[in-house]
């Protein structure tokens, strides 16, 4: 993985965006920035968009992904399948509540089935870019040729 594409800075108005995704149920946000997602996406060419699931605990309380409903969105635009590939192997705390050090040994993921061609992950949010990276190396461990990343928004 060598980078990891973002359309806002998660500062500001972009940090309130996306805690009002993350936490008010305020999913008609992830239509815009799915857009812009698309938009910057398309320098790709990618056979499946996937996500980086989010621990089964916080998915329950939300009563959704916040990365799965931008994924599915963001596939949508670019004409192309979206896919469960990644499963959470760990029930790391939230990454909101730990410094950057232990935010650095991201979550663990594996992939749930072999994977062909290339792959879009999307997220929310990138912080230390150690999400993208473990779901990077589940990816190809598990057969992708290409894996590209993309976010919502970047801690600058």
């Keep these: 993985m060598s980078v990891v594409d973002a359309v806002l800075a998660y500062q ?21 920035l799915a857009s812009a997602m ?29 990365a799965e409903v931008l994924a599915r969105a963001v596939a949508w635009r670019l004409g192309v399948p979206c896919r469960c590939l990644l499963r959470r192997t760990d029930d790391a705390p939230p990454q909101t509540s730990r410094t950057r050090a232990e935010r650095l040994d991201g979550p663990a993921f594996e992939a749930r089935r072999r994977v062909r ?8 949010v990138v912080t230390t870019g150690a999400t993208m990276r473990a779901a990077d190396a589940a990816l190809r461990a598990a057969g992708a040729q290409a894996v590209h990343c993309i976010a919502a928004a970047a801690t600058p």
Excluded: E, F, M
């Design 12 to 32: 500001g108005a972009g940090r309130r965006i996306l805690l009002a995704l993350k936490y008010g149920n305020a999913k008609p946000v992830a239509r815009s």
């Design 38 to 66: 698309a938009r910057r996406a398309r320098r790709y060419q990618v056979d499946v968009v996937t996500w980086a699931p989010t621990a089964t605990v916080r998915r329950r309380k939300r009563g959704y992904d916040q």
């Design 117 to 124: 061609g290339a792959v879009l992950v999307v997220d929310d």
